[in-house]
Protein backbone atom coordinates (compact mmCIF):
# COMPACT_ATOMS: atom_id res chain seq x y z
CA UNK A 1 0.00 0.00 0.00
CA UNK A 2 1.46 3.07 -1.08
CA UNK A 3 1.56 5.30 2.60
CA UNK A 4 0.50 9.12 2.31
CA UNK A 5 2.24 11.31 5.46
CA UNK A 6 0.64 14.96 6.19
CA UNK A 7 2.08 17.32 7.90
CA UNK A 8 0.99 19.27 10.32
CA UNK A 9 -1.47 17.36 11.57
CA UNK A 10 -2.69 21.16 13.10
CA UNK A 11 -1.96 24.43 12.17
CA UNK A 12 -2.93 27.66 13.69
CA UNK A 13 -3.32 30.15 11.46
CA UNK A 14 -5.13 33.58 11.11
CA UNK A 15 -7.49 35.32 8.58
CA UNK A 16 -5.59 36.92 5.73
CA UNK A 17 -2.28 34.61 5.99
CA UNK A 18 -0.49 32.12 3.86
CA UNK A 19 -1.08 28.38 4.83
CA UNK A 20 1.00 25.40 3.42
CA UNK A 21 -0.24 22.17 4.12
CA UNK A 22 2.37 18.96 3.17
CA UNK A 23 1.98 15.41 1.70
CA UNK A 24 4.44 12.97 0.68
CA UNK A 25 3.75 9.58 -0.03
CA UNK A 26 6.01 6.73 -0.20
CA UNK A 27 6.29 5.99 -3.22
CA UNK A 28 5.91 7.95 -6.72
CA UNK A 29 2.09 8.66 -7.60
CA UNK A 30 2.80 10.76 -10.81
CA UNK A 31 0.88 13.66 -10.41
CA UNK A 32 -2.38 11.34 -9.06
CA UNK A 33 -3.19 13.17 -5.91
CA UNK A 34 -6.27 15.32 -4.68
CA UNK A 35 -6.88 17.42 -1.43
CA UNK A 36 -9.93 17.67 0.04
CA UNK A 37 -11.90 19.80 2.72
CA UNK A 38 -14.25 18.72 5.36
CA UNK A 39 -16.40 19.90 7.73
CA UNK A 40 -17.42 18.15 10.73
CA UNK A 41 -21.14 16.70 9.46
CA UNK A 42 -20.01 16.80 5.72
CA UNK A 43 -18.84 14.81 2.87
CA UNK A 44 -15.27 15.81 1.94
CA UNK A 45 -15.38 18.48 -0.79
CA UNK A 46 -13.03 17.96 -3.96
CA UNK A 47 -10.47 20.79 -3.95
CA UNK A 48 -7.95 20.29 -6.32
CA UNK A 49 -6.99 16.99 -8.39
CA UNK A 50 -4.12 15.18 -10.90
CA UNK A 51 -2.11 17.86 -8.08
CA UNK A 52 -2.62 21.02 -9.24
CA UNK A 53 -5.86 21.18 -10.74
CA UNK A 54 -8.51 23.34 -9.22
CA UNK A 55 -11.82 21.65 -9.20
CA UNK A 56 -14.60 24.00 -10.49
CA UNK A 57 -16.53 26.24 -8.05
CA UNK A 58 -13.22 26.21 -5.59
CA UNK A 59 -12.11 29.72 -5.02
CA UNK A 60 -8.67 30.67 -6.80
CA UNK A 61 -7.03 31.22 -3.50
CA UNK A 62 -6.21 27.52 -3.11
CA UNK A 63 -3.48 25.95 -4.89
CA UNK A 64 -1.84 22.69 -5.47
CA UNK A 65 1.60 21.84 -6.50
CA UNK A 66 4.07 18.75 -7.02
CA UNK A 67 4.64 15.63 -8.14
CA UNK A 68 6.29 12.51 -7.48
CA UNK A 69 6.30 12.07 -3.73
CA UNK A 70 5.96 15.70 -2.26
CA UNK A 71 2.96 17.36 -2.66
CA UNK A 72 1.55 21.02 -1.60
CA UNK A 73 -1.96 22.27 -0.98
CA UNK A 74 -1.36 26.34 -0.02
CA UNK A 75 -4.13 28.24 0.28
CA UNK A 76 -3.44 32.46 0.23
CA UNK A 77 -5.27 35.16 2.49
CA UNK A 78 -7.29 32.93 5.04
CA UNK A 79 -10.79 33.43 4.92
CA UNK A 80 -13.25 32.76 7.54
CA UNK A 81 -15.10 29.58 5.40
CA UNK A 82 -11.30 28.05 5.16
CA UNK A 83 -11.03 26.64 9.05
CA UNK A 84 -11.44 23.12 8.36
CA UNK A 85 -9.59 19.62 7.93
CA UNK A 86 -7.32 19.45 4.86
CA UNK A 87 -6.77 16.12 3.41
CA UNK A 88 -4.79 14.60 0.63
CA UNK A 89 -5.38 11.54 -1.35
CA UNK A 90 -3.69 9.52 -3.80
CA UNK A 91 -5.37 7.15 -6.31
CA UNK A 92 -2.62 5.83 -8.78
CA UNK A 93 -3.60 2.66 -7.93
CA UNK A 94 -7.25 0.94 -7.31
CA UNK A 95 -6.36 0.96 -3.44
CA UNK A 96 -6.44 4.65 -3.01
CA UNK A 97 -5.30 5.56 0.64
CA UNK A 98 -5.42 9.33 2.83
CA UNK A 99 -3.46 11.21 4.72
CA UNK A 100 -4.03 11.81 8.42
CA UNK A 101 -5.27 14.88 7.84
CA UNK A 102 -4.51 18.71 8.27
CA UNK A 103 -7.03 20.56 11.02
CA UNK A 104 -6.96 24.02 10.60
CA UNK A 105 -7.55 26.21 13.57
CA UNK A 106 -8.69 30.12 14.43
CA UNK A 107 -5.20 31.32 15.81
CA UNK B 1 -24.17 17.82 -13.40
CA UNK B 2 -22.62 14.71 -12.34
CA UNK B 3 -24.26 13.37 -9.48
CA UNK B 4 -23.53 10.09 -6.92
CA UNK B 5 -26.62 9.04 -4.73
CA UNK B 6 -26.04 6.39 -2.17
CA UNK B 7 -28.65 5.21 -0.03
CA UNK B 8 -29.42 1.96 2.27
CA UNK B 9 -27.55 3.03 5.24
CA UNK B 10 -29.33 2.80 8.66
CA UNK B 11 -28.99 1.01 11.86
CA UNK B 12 -28.26 -3.04 12.30
CA UNK B 13 -27.47 -5.31 15.09
CA UNK B 14 -23.76 -6.85 15.14
CA UNK B 15 -23.98 -9.85 12.96
CA UNK B 16 -26.53 -8.52 10.93
CA UNK B 17 -26.66 -7.35 6.96
CA UNK B 18 -26.97 -4.24 5.30
CA UNK B 19 -27.20 -3.17 1.33
CA UNK B 20 -25.83 -0.14 0.37
CA UNK B 21 -26.43 1.22 -3.27
CA UNK B 22 -25.26 4.07 -5.22
CA UNK B 23 -26.90 5.67 -8.49
CA UNK B 24 -24.97 7.26 -10.71
CA UNK B 25 -25.65 10.31 -13.22
CA UNK B 26 -24.16 12.81 -15.46
CA UNK B 27 -21.38 10.42 -16.56
CA UNK B 28 -20.86 7.17 -18.60
CA UNK B 29 -20.91 5.30 -15.52
CA UNK B 30 -19.83 2.24 -17.28
CA UNK B 31 -16.73 3.63 -18.23
CA UNK B 32 -15.61 4.16 -14.65
CA UNK B 33 -14.15 1.87 -12.13
CA UNK B 34 -15.93 3.04 -8.95
CA UNK B 35 -14.69 2.59 -4.97
CA UNK B 36 -16.43 2.51 -2.06
CA UNK B 37 -14.73 4.87 0.94
CA UNK B 38 -15.67 4.84 4.50
CA UNK B 39 -15.03 7.10 7.67
CA UNK B 40 -16.06 5.89 11.32
CA UNK B 41 -17.06 8.83 13.73
CA UNK B 42 -14.01 11.46 13.87
CA UNK B 43 -11.94 9.35 12.50
CA UNK B 44 -9.91 9.48 8.98
CA UNK B 45 -11.30 8.41 5.53
CA UNK B 46 -10.97 4.71 4.22
CA UNK B 47 -10.96 3.03 1.71
CA UNK B 48 -13.07 -0.29 1.18
CA UNK B 49 -13.21 -1.69 -2.16
CA UNK B 50 -12.83 -1.26 -5.92
CA UNK B 51 -14.58 -2.38 -8.62
CA UNK B 52 -13.74 -1.93 -12.35
CA UNK B 53 -15.20 -0.49 -15.19
CA UNK B 54 -16.67 -3.89 -16.74
CA UNK B 55 -17.28 -5.54 -12.94
CA UNK B 56 -14.55 -8.04 -13.87
CA UNK B 57 -11.84 -6.95 -11.63
CA UNK B 58 -12.72 -6.28 -7.92
CA UNK B 59 -10.71 -5.57 -4.73
CA UNK B 60 -11.30 -5.25 -0.91
CA UNK B 61 -9.44 -3.98 2.10
CA UNK B 62 -8.43 -6.88 4.25
CA UNK B 63 -10.70 -5.11 6.88
CA UNK B 64 -14.05 -6.09 4.70
CA UNK B 65 -12.65 -9.30 3.04
CA UNK B 66 -15.39 -12.37 3.37
CA UNK B 67 -17.88 -9.87 4.89
CA UNK B 68 -18.22 -7.37 2.36
CA UNK B 69 -19.38 -7.87 -1.62
CA UNK B 70 -19.37 -4.75 -4.41
CA UNK B 71 -21.18 -5.21 -7.91
CA UNK B 72 -22.28 -3.02 -10.34
CA UNK B 73 -25.48 -2.86 -12.45
CA UNK B 74 -23.99 -0.63 -15.73
CA UNK B 75 -27.64 -1.01 -17.44
CA UNK B 76 -29.19 0.64 -14.18
CA UNK B 77 -26.14 3.25 -13.66
CA UNK B 78 -25.56 1.91 -9.81
CA UNK B 79 -22.81 0.78 -7.68
CA UNK B 80 -23.59 -1.74 -4.76
CA UNK B 81 -22.26 -2.92 -1.73
CA UNK B 82 -23.46 -6.12 -0.03
CA UNK B 83 -21.85 -5.95 3.65
CA UNK B 84 -22.67 -9.12 5.99
CA UNK B 85 -21.60 -9.98 9.27
CA UNK B 86 -21.58 -6.49 10.23
CA UNK B 87 -19.29 -5.71 13.71
CA UNK B 88 -19.36 -2.41 15.58
CA UNK B 89 -16.25 -1.04 13.89
CA UNK B 90 -17.81 -1.11 10.50
CA UNK B 91 -20.16 1.97 11.99
CA UNK B 92 -18.98 4.87 9.22
CA UNK B 93 -20.38 6.92 6.58
CA UNK B 94 -19.87 5.11 3.22
CA UNK B 95 -18.94 7.01 0.27
CA UNK B 96 -19.01 5.48 -3.34
CA UNK B 97 -16.61 7.73 -5.80
CA UNK B 98 -14.44 7.68 -8.67
CA UNK B 99 -11.16 7.94 -8.81
CA UNK B 100 -9.38 8.27 -12.79
CA UNK B 101 -8.98 11.12 -15.02
CA UNK B 102 -11.85 12.89 -12.68
CA UNK B 103 -13.15 12.18 -9.44
CA UNK B 104 -16.41 12.15 -8.64
CA UNK B 105 -17.80 11.50 -4.71
CA UNK B 106 -21.17 11.02 -3.56
CA UNK B 107 -22.29 12.78 0.18
CA UNK B 108 -22.60 9.46 1.49
CA UNK B 109 -25.26 7.26 3.59
CA UNK B 110 -24.46 6.19 7.29
CA UNK B 111 -24.22 2.92 8.70
CA UNK B 112 -24.60 1.93 12.36
CA UNK B 113 -23.73 -1.27 13.79
CA UNK B 114 -24.80 -1.57 17.12
CA UNK B 115 -27.27 -3.83 19.90
Known amino acids: DIQMTQSPSTLSASVGDRVTITCRAS??????LAWYQQKPGKAPRLLIYKASTLESGVPSRFSGGGSGTEFTLTINSLQPDDFATYYC?????????FGGGTKVEIK | EVQLVESGGGLVQPGGSLRLSCAASGFTFSSYAMSWVRQAPGKGLEWVSYISSSGTTIYYADSVMGRFTISRDNAKNSLYLQMNSLRYEDTAIYYCATFSSSVYWGQGTPVTVSS
Open chain 1, 27 to 32: QSISSW
Open chain 1, 89 to 97: QQYSSYLVT
